[in-house]
């Protein structure tokens, strides 16, 4: 596992950045897979920013998004589509029909899981999956469990999620208790990855990642066990 440590969360914001610039400079038809949360604001900023300055094309760049709320309107204001269409697809040049998110509106929650994983392996898998970390470890909507799920699929939140993710809506009672999320094999499909943290509040996450050990009660732990993973983290969450 790479690690990259940063002064704050502007430097990891452009560490990542300068990664997925390249990425689509060498590869203009990459498939990306996206987070949503708090942490890649920045980093969409900065390729946002790139992108109106002409230095970076995304007219044939897929993506495919970790998760979404369930049940969720795409146009309600805390869906992870429109988090997506506001913080980075309506300020870039991507064809919208090019990017993906999990329909949080399914009737059967099961086959869109399945048409999920079937429209990630048609992309070819992912190019580069930029991921956050939960507080209490989790990637995408996996929470720390005796089992995790390996394809795309229903989640029931845990009290800490709901409680966290909070700060998002008008009052806890408003936070989805329940997500669709690519699940730990999905993410694998990714050829390379990026897991994000900034502050101190993610130091315990960020250590139990670092440690090398592996266990579903941190699901990004089993990050210890893909090829190709780079941690970038600023102080706070390196040093806590
Ligand atoms: P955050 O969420 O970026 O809003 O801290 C990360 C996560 O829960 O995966």
Redesign the pocket.
């Known amino acids: 596992m790479n690690v990259i440590v940063t002064k704050d969360y502007a430097e990891m914001s452009s560490a990542a950045a300068k990664i997925v610039s390249e990425l689509i400079k060498n590869k203009p038809d990459c498939v990306l897979g996206l987070?949503t949360?708090?942490?890649?604001e920045g980093m969409y900023a900065q390729l946002v920013q790139e992108c109106k300055e002409g230095s970076l094309d995304f007219s044939a760049v897929r993506s495919v998004n970790l998760d979404e709320y369930y049940p969720i309107k795409p146009d309600n204001d805390q869906s992870y589509r429109y988090f997506m269409n506001d913080k980075l697809f309506n300020h870039v040049n991507i064809d919208k029909a090019n990017t993906n998110v999990p329909n949080g509106m399914t009737e059967n929650p099961e086959e869109e899981g399945a048409r999920y994983d079937k429209i990630i392996a048609n992309l070819g898998g992912i190019d580069l999956q930029i991921?956050?970390?939960?507080?209490n470890g989790?990637?995408?909507f996996n929470e720390p469990d005796e089992e995790l799920v390996s394809g795309t699929h229903l989640v029931d939140l845990t009290e800490d999620?709901i409680q966290?993710?909070s700060r998002f809506f008008a009052s806890i009672d408003e936070v989805p208790k329940q997500a669709l999320t690519m699940g730990i094999g999905s993410i694998f499909t990714a050829r390379s990855i990026i897991i994000m943290a900034s502050g101190k509040n993610?130091h315990d996450a960020i250590s139990k990642l670092l440690s090398g050990k592996i266990t579903t009660q941190c699901p990004a732990t089993m990050l210890n066990l893909h090829p190709d993973v780079t941690v970038i983290c600023d102080e706070g969450a390196y040093n806590g």
């Open positions: 987070a949360g708090s942490t890649p991921l956050g970390i939960g507080q989790h990637i995408g999620t966290v993710n993610k």
